[in-house]
């Protein structure tokens, strides 16, 4: 599979409606939601200068900016990176249940690549189910299709699925860009997890990229800031397929309009809670403030 250049990604971004702006090395920001800029891939850790995250929230208008950095020895983090850089990744390295689990997927399930229109037609279910699993509201068809139909105009955007009798059962949603991929979801339909369609695609990835393909690594993300998003099985399942933690620290800065008020809307963000428990963009919000320092 051919990857696209970071500028080429730049370019989609801009072309698709996302409001995103080159930074100061070979990365990017980009709004997040509706108030937030993450730096982009979320993997480097360099330290921006002060004058980069003032032009980040004079650019691209936000309240709170978001990037990783590597803490110095002894210093707490607050973030787990999770990525894989074995070239010589292989099944052996795995435990032997991991081992089965990927054989049962390789056994009953067919893995290919499809075309982002397929995944719309087909893909809802794994979506739901998955969204619904981890305690939120958010797994709808409207934000199914909102989401799959922006993130399908990206040429570096890949899909990634699962199949048992010629239906998606589970997929990945995959970023390919220049030596790396970033796994952006993974979803997976409750009627068939028997099959253990997750470990199955998180090794096919590793051997196709890294083994096999001319990437140097697969990152898995971040450890969710939601404080109650079922994060240590999270953990625990991207540790036994391959994924290396990384404890990096993550910053959010607050602009200086909201920064004084930031105990206030602390504690607004516990009352609106309570009272929509299972609202997504609650709960990050809630994990943000939680993070500030």
């Not at 982009?40 to 929230?57: A, L, M, Q």
């Not at 087909?122 to 299709?145: C, I, P, W």
């Not at 990945?172 to 030596?179: Q, W």
């Not at 309009?257 to 105990?263: A, F, H, M």
Request: proline residues 2%; positive net charge.
């Amino acid at each position: 599979m051919i990857s696209i250049s970071l500028v080429e990604y730049y370019s989609n971004l801009k072309s698709s409606g996302v409001l995103v702006i080159s930074g100061d090395g070979d990365y990017l920001w980009m709004k997040h939601e509706s108030f937030s800029a993450i730096r982009f891939p979320e993997f480097i850790t360099s330290n921006p200068s002060e004058n980069e995250i003032k032009r980040v929230f004079r650019e691209l208008n936000c309240l709170i900016v978001s990037f990783c950095t590597i803490s110095d020895v002894g210093q707490s983090t607050n973030t787990i990176l999770y990525n894989c850089y074995d070239k010589n990744y292989n099944q052996n390295k795995l435990s032997k249940n991991v081992v089965r689990d990927i054989r049962i997927g390789q056994k009953n399930l067919t893995i290919e690549f499809v075309q982002w229109n397929e995944i719309l037609v087909n893909g809802f279910q794994a979506f739901h189910d998955t969204r619904t699993r981890v305690g939120l509201s958010d797994g709808t068809k409207s934000n199914f299709e909102i989401r799959f139909k922006n993130f399908a105009l990206n040429s570096g955007h890949k899909a990634l699925a699962t199949k048992f009798n010629n239906e998606i059962v589970a997929f990945m949603s995959l970023i390919v860009i220049e030596d790396y991929v970033i796994i952006q979801g993974s979803f997976s339909t409750d009627e068939h997890r028997k099959f253990c369609p997750n470990n199955t695609l998180a090794d096919f990835v590793l051997n196709y990229f890294l083994k096999e393909g001319q990437c140097n690594v697969v990152s898995y993300g971040l450890s969710s800031i939601q404080e109650d998003s079922g994060s240590e099985g999270l953990h625990n399942y991207k540790v036994r397929v391959g994924f290396q933690p990384i404890n990096v620290d993550r910053s959010f800065v607050l602009h200086s309009y909201i920064s004084p008020v930031k105990k206030q809307i602390g504690l607004l963000l516990s009352i609106l809670l309570k009272i929509f428990p299972k609202n997504r963009k609650l709960k990050k919000a809630q994990g943000i403030f939680n993070k500030i320092r």
